[in-house]
């Protein structure tokens, strides 16, 4: 069983190393062998991190939020891990305002789509009167021809009646 004054000295290890990784990645993107190598040269090779403690630290930082991890592929086509990013601190009142804003943004959107899909309502059914409109005239130009022509002949008669017959269907 680990004593407590044991607990405090690792967790002051840890510590150091994840202060050592995050001031490694303060000048940019870094793979993970990149990074020990920097925090070699760093302290005048008198700090030699192992793969064995550095690894399991960068993926406690990536845990914490601390850091992110860049995935690309291999040679293989395989998943490999690429490189390691130090994150700016998380301010929750940005993390809020972030949230607000990219509410407001989707009601926008909502309200833009809902006049979009109103205005094509308001112009299909102008269209629709515009037709209705067309028609009545049609049909009114028909009924007035007929009217003026006063059928003589059987054939002008049929005529007359076809064209009355086909304006009432139209109406329907």
Known sequence: MAKP??????????????????????????HGHGIGQMIRQQSDDLLKVETGSLYPALHRLVKRGWLKADWGLSKAKQKALDQFRARPPVDPALLATQRQAREMREMSLERERAAKAKEKAAAKAEKASIKAAELAAAEAAVALKAARLKPSTPEEMKAARDARYAARKARK
């Open 5 to 30: 004054r044991d607990d405090q000295r690792l967790d002051l290890l840890q510590g150091t190393l994840d202060m050592l990784i995050l001031r490694t990645l303060q000048w940019g993107p870094q």
